[in-house]
């Protein structure tokens, strides 16, 4: 089974489990379907959050974005790594037609040109990236904010629980205390 975002406490009884603290029995067909919805509900906002980059970024900028991840990937570095190989041997063994002499300026020009075009579209992408991981991190503080107002909301119920229990608790000694005395 997948991970469990809370913790179920093991029972003896056949009903299953209980979470902890709560005496609210859950078998792991339960745990499962909270598992899923979680799952779900985390699904449904990276789907958002993707719809919206896909809707506010235009065709240039998807393709600077391709085009960045190709650039930064390994796949990219072995091909142009044997592009360079390759043509450095073409142009030194003896039997083949040569058409850029050692010192090889017509591939300085061309390392040139993609490093001059290649940085650029590689900033826009990283930028674009930060953007968009900026819109994140401010979705991530609100849902933090909001389960930080949910956690002091209960636990003040909590306090106020548990003063009512601690009355309770004196009202129960003082009637106690009379049924002792008589």
Do not use: C
Request: glycine share 4%; hydrophobic share 45%.
């Amino acid at each position: 089974m997948g991970k469990r975002n809370f913790y179920v406490k093991p029972v003896d009884h056949k009903e299953g489990s209980v979470i902890e603290g709560f005496d609210i029995a859950i078998n792991e067909d339960h745990v499962k379907r909270i598992d899923r919805l979680v799952n779900d509900y985390e699904n449904l906002i990276l789907t958002h959050l993707d719809e919206e980059y896909l809707r506010k970024t235009k065709w240039s900028d998807r393709v600077a974005d391709r085009i960045a991840g190709f650039g930064g990937s390994w796949t990219f570095i072995i091909w142009f790594g044997l592009f360079l190989a390759v043509w450095m041997i073409w142009n030194t063994v003896s039997f083949t037609k040569h058409f850029d002499e050692p010192p090889f300026i017509l591939l300085n020009l061309i390392l040139s040109f993609i490093a001059a075009f290649q940085a650029p579209v590689i900033m826009m992408s990283q930028n674009r990236q930060a953007a968009r991981d900026k819109h994140e991190s401010i979705i991530d503080f609100a849902i933090n904010y909001k389960a930080e107002q949910e956690i002091d909301d209960m636990q003040s119920h909590l306090h106020r629980i548990e003063g009512e229990l601690h009355e309770i608790k004196k009202m129960l000694l003082s009637i106690q205390k009379t049924e002792n005395s008589k």
